[in-house]
């Protein structure tokens, strides 16, 4: 757990993961027990452009949105004491994910994609790139999908299931691996 023991592991706690997979309960949650600043990429994105996440994606596109992401995400370095919850794709762009693991600890949420699917078909967040789609495509992209995507979340400090995510489970992981 060398990678782990940086100056800055314990500033900053970056949530990955797949979309659905409850970055944005986590946040809240840690939030809570850490009594520490919360921040949400798609919110930051959101308030700094004046735009939602959605409608940028069909005025711009996805390559425009990857760009602003990556520089909003680097500016966090600002922020001390902070969680910030990252969007599904963000680990998957630039440098993103080595930068993360440079200047805060990692924690990739993992849940099956069923429980994704699940959680994405009953979730009033729209969502660019699953918009319009069937609950039987819905699954067959998000297998593909997130299975790209799985290298990039394992390269997390920390992986913690996210089918019934305990906060505190999460800070304990966090202290055993910054003492290990
Ligand atoms: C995306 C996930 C979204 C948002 C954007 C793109 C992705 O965030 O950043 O729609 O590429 O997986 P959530 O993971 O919070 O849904």
Redesign the pocket.
Known sequence: MTRLINNYALKRIFLI?????G??SALKQLGKLLSWETY???RLFEERYKIS??DF?HKYDETA?RKL?SQLLKETVNYENAII??????P?FYDNMEWMNANGTTIFIKVSPKTAVNRLINSK?K???IEGKSEQELLEYVERHYGERMPFYEKAHITVKGENLDAKEILSLITLSYNA
């Open positions: 993961g797949y979309m659905g997979s970055k944005s949400d990429l798609d996440v959605q994606f949105f992401e919850a990252t969007g599904g794709g963000t998957c967040k969502r660019p790139l």
